[in-house]
């Protein structure tokens, strides 16, 4: 079974940048969809994680929420079997627990069609 495991958040000022990873344990990523989701200080359920960038199994396509093109990319690495989200030009409103999430052979990362998540890192956004 797919474990997933997220590092590389932190405090950081407006302004700043952060690069999370997701590294995987137990099958190998490229057979995933793998998105990048968060949720914001005061959002309690899980059903408010709202996604922000994924990256396609077959082709690599990306996609990513408007508030963050241009500012956060989204990258995979098959040989550290891990997935990379670079964060630049952090705001506060950034400021949310990470979460990374897996879909079997999946072409999009709806919240609802994950199969696997990780258990979160905290990114903090202030000055």
């Known amino acids: 079974q797919l474990q997933l495991v997220e590092s590389g958040g932190g405090l950081v000022q407006p302004g700043g940048s952060l690069r999370l990873s997701c590294a995987a344990s137990g099958d190998t990523l490229d057979d995933y969809a793998i998105g990048w989701f968060r949720q914001a200080p005061g959002k309690e359920r899980e059903t408010e994680r709202e996604?922000?960038?994924?990256?396609?199994?077959?082709?690599?396509?990306?996609h990513y929420l408007d508030s963050v093109k241009g500012r956060f990319t989204i990258s995979r690495d098959n040989a550290k079997n891990t997935v990379y989200l670079q964060m630049n030009s952090l705001k506060p409103e950034d400021t949310a627990v990470y979460y990374c999430?897996?879909?079997?052979?999946?072409?999009?990362?709806?919240?609802?069609?994950?199969?696997?998540w990780g258990k979160g890192t905290l990114v903090t956004v202030s000055a």
């Open positions: 996604g922000i960038s994924c990256i396609s199994y077959s082709d690599d396509n990306t």
């Open positions: 999430a897996a879909n079997l052979a999946g072409t999009d990362c709806g919240y609802y069609g994950m199969d696997y």
